[in-house]
C-alpha cells in the first residue's frame, strides 16, 4: 500500500527526515507521533505526494514516485483522502459544494443521496448550505473528514484532526475514522495526543510510529 | 467557435464558482477588453475605408488622362482643335472631349466657392481624355501634341496617382497593423490580469491540487473566466465603437477622405468578429499564463 525505502527528504542542504523505511499495509491503522517540529507532516506529505523524497523510494499504492507526473499525483491523491488540521477549503464554497469537490474535479456526477447520507454520517446534515467560516472547528474536522472520503479512497490521512478540536469532538472524530479502518481502509493519523492514542486501544488494532531525530524510532509497536 | 461555447455559459455551476471572483482582475480584463475593442472598430474602419479609397483613386484614374491647353486667348480654341483632332487619330484613346464651362466650374467650386466668375479668369482648357483598356504611347503623344498645339501639355496622372494610392495603401498597412497591436495588446493585459488572479488564488490552487485536480481542469476555470469577460468586455466595446462608426456624417463627395470613414453593405460584420476574436485572445492568454504558473507552483 505504502512503502518507504531508506527514505531522505531534505530542504536547504539540511535532512529533516532519512532512513525510513517502512510498509504500511492495507487496512492497517497507524498513529505518527512525536515531538512538534519532529517531521511528522513531512512524512505525511511524502505519503500524498505533496513532497518528493531526495533521496530513497516511496511506493503509493504500487507506484514509485520518483519523477512522478503531475498528472499522476492527481490520479494517486483521488485515491488518498487527506485531513489536515486547517481543512484547507474553499471559504467561498458551501460545505456540501466543498464536500463534494473531489467528485467535480474528477469528472464524477454528484450523487445528492449519497452526498446526503455522508454528511448525515459525519453529522453535518444540517449544515449543508453553511460556509466553511460558519462552521465550529469540529464541524469543520468533520466536513475534511466527508471531503477526504467521499472518492471512497484506499488511504485515509489526517494531519492533527483534533488539533482545535474538544476532547469530546476528538472521540467524534476518532470513532468516525476507526469505522472506515473497519470498512478497510488504511487509516494513518499524525497526533501528539497520547490519550487519544490510549483511547483508540480498545477500538482498533493499531501501530504507533514515533519520529524523532528525524528518523522513526518505535516502528512495528502495537498498541 | 464551438470550443469557445463551455466557456460562455451564463448559469453558474459549482464549476464555473470554483475560482473566487476577484473584482480587481475581473474589472481590469473587461475594461481592457471593452477598449481594444472600440478601437479595434475604428482600426477596422480606418484599414476597410482607406483600402475603398486606394482601389477607387486606382480604378477611376487608370484609364483617364487630361490634356490642358495653356495659351494665348487668340490661339485657345484653334489649339483646342487641333490638340482634339490628333487625341482622336490617337491609337488607344477612346474618347477626347473638352470639359464645358460648367464643368470646369463643379471642378473648381469645392475650391472656390459657387459663385466663380469663369469668364473673368484665365483658365485653361480641360481636354478629358479615356483610354482604351490596352492604353495609349503617352511619349509619341507628348510629341504629337507639342508639333500641333504646342501650349497643349499632356497630364496621364501618373505623377500624382501612384504616390496617392501608395499613400492609401500604407493607411490600410497602418490600420492592419493598429488591429495586431491592439490584439497583442490585449493579449498582454489580460496575461497579467490571469496572473495577478492566478496568484491571488494560489490557496484555491493547493486545494484543488489537494483533492486531485488536474492541472488542465484547474487552469480551465481560470481561462473560462477570462474568456468569458474578454468576450463581454468586447461586445460592450465593439457595439459602442459601431454605434460611434454609424453616428459619424455621411461620405460626401465634397467632404474629402474623412466623411468616407464607416463601413459599408457587408463591412457592417466585421465589428461582429471582434468579441469572439477577443475570446479568443482571451483564451490563449490565459492558457499561457495559468501554464507558466501552475508549472511554478509545482
Known amino acids: 500500500m505504502i512503502e518507504f525505502n531508506n527514505v531522505a527528504y531534505g530542504y536547504g542542504g539540511q535532512d529533516l527526515l532519512t532512513e525510513i523505511s517502512l510498509s504500511l499495509a492495507p487496512g492497517s491503522f497507524h498513529f505518527l507521533t512525536g515531538p512538534s517540529g519532529a517531521g511528522k507532516t513531512t512524512f505525511l506529505k511524502l505519503c500524498y505526494c505533496e513532497l518528493q523524497a531526495t533521496a530513497g523510494r516511496v511506493q503509493l499504492l504500487g507506484k514509485d514516485t520518483r519523477n512522478i507526473a503531475r498528472d499522476d499525483v492527481a490520479g494517486l491523491r483521488r485515491n488518498i483522502g487527506v485531513v489536515h488540521q486547517d481543512c484547507k477549503f474553499l471559504d467561498h464554497l458551501s460545505v456540501s459544494e466543498n464536500v463534494a469537490l473531489p467528485l467535480l474535479v474528477a469528472g464524477k456526477s454528484r450523487d445528492e443521496t449519497n452526498l446526503n447520507e455522508l454528511l448525515a454520517w459525519v453529522g453535518l446534515s444540517e449544515r449543508a448550505d453553511a460556509l466553511p467560516a460558519e462552521l465550529s472547528g469540529g464541524e469543520r474536522q468533520r466536513a475534511a473528514l466527508a471531503r477526504a472520503v467521499i472518492m471512497s479512497p484506499e488511504v485515509i490521512i489526517a494531519d492533527e484532526p483534533t488539533g482545535n478540536v474538544d476532547w469530546e469532538m476528538s472521540l467524534r472524530l476518532l470513532q468516525l475514522l476507526v469505522e472506515l479502518n473497519k470498512m478497510g481502509k488504511t487509516v494513518i493519523i499524525a497526533t501528539h495526543d497520547m490519550h487519544l492514542i490510549r483511547q483508540a486501544k480498545s477500538q482498533v488494532q493499531a501501530r504507533v510510529l514515533r519520529i524523532a531525530n528525524r528518523r522513526i524510532q518505535q516502528a512495528g509497536v502495537d498498541l | ?298
Open chain 2, 1 to 298: 467557435m464551438s470550443f469557445l461555447l463551455p466557456f460562455l455559459k451564463i448559469d453558474k455551476t459549482v464549476q464555473d464558482r470554483i475560482v473566487p471572483p476577484s473584482g480587481f482582475t475581473a474589472q481590469l480584463t473587461i475594461l481592457t477588453s471593452a477598449a481594444m475593442a472600440f478601437l479595434a472598430v475604428f482600426a477596422l474602419t480606418l484599414s476597410l475605408a482607406t483600402g475603398r479609397l486606394a482601389d477607387r483613386w486606382a480604378g477611376e484614374l487608370a484609364q483617364s488622362s487630361t490634356v490642358r491647353i495653356s495659351a494665348p486667348i487668340a490661339q485657345v480654341e484653334a489649339q483646342t482643335k487641333a490638340a482634339l483632332a490628333v487625341l482622336e487619330t490617337t491609337p488607344g484613346v477612346r474618347e477626347a472631349r473638352a470639359l464645358d464651362a460648367d464643368e470646369q466650374r463643379a471642378l473648381l467650386e469645392p475650391w472656390f466657392g459657387p459663385s466663380l466668375p469663369l469668364d473673368s479668369l484665365p483658365l485653361p482648357v480641360l481636354i478629358d481624355v479615356k483610354e482604351t483598356a490596352e492604353g495609349y504611347d503617352s511619349e509619341s503623344l507628348r510629341l504629337r501634341l507639342a508639333g500641333e498645339a504646342p501650349g497643349a501639355v499632356l497630364d496621364d496622372h501618373t505623377r500624382w496617382r501612384k504616390p496617392l494610392i501608395t499613400a492609401a495603401n500604407r493607411l490600410r498597412l497602418l490600420g492592419v497593423v493598429s488591429l495586431i497591436l491592439i490584439g497583442g495588446v490585449t493579449a498582454a493585459m489580460i496575461t497579467l490580469a490571469a496572473n495577478a488572479a492566478l496568484a491571488a488564488n494560489g490557496q484555491v490552487i493547493r486545494v484543488l491540487r489537494l483533492v486531485g485536480a488536474k492541472d488542465a481542469y484547474i487552469a480551465s476555470a481560470f481561462v473560462r473566466q477570462f474568456t468569458f469577460r474578454g468576450f463581454s468586455g468586447a461586445l460592450f466595446g465593439a457595439f459602442l465603437g459601431t454605434v460611434a462608426i454609424a453616428l459619424l456624417p455621411d461620405a460626401q463627395t465634397t467632404g474629402g477622405f474623412l466623411t468616407g470613414l464607416g463601413f459599408r453593405g457587408y463591412e457592417w460584420f466585421w465589428p461582429f468578429v471582434i468579441p469572439p476574436f477577443a475570446a479568443c485572445v482571451a483564451y490563449g492568454a490565459t492558457q499561457f499564463a495559468a501554464k507558466q504558473t501552475l508549472k511554478r507552483l509545482m
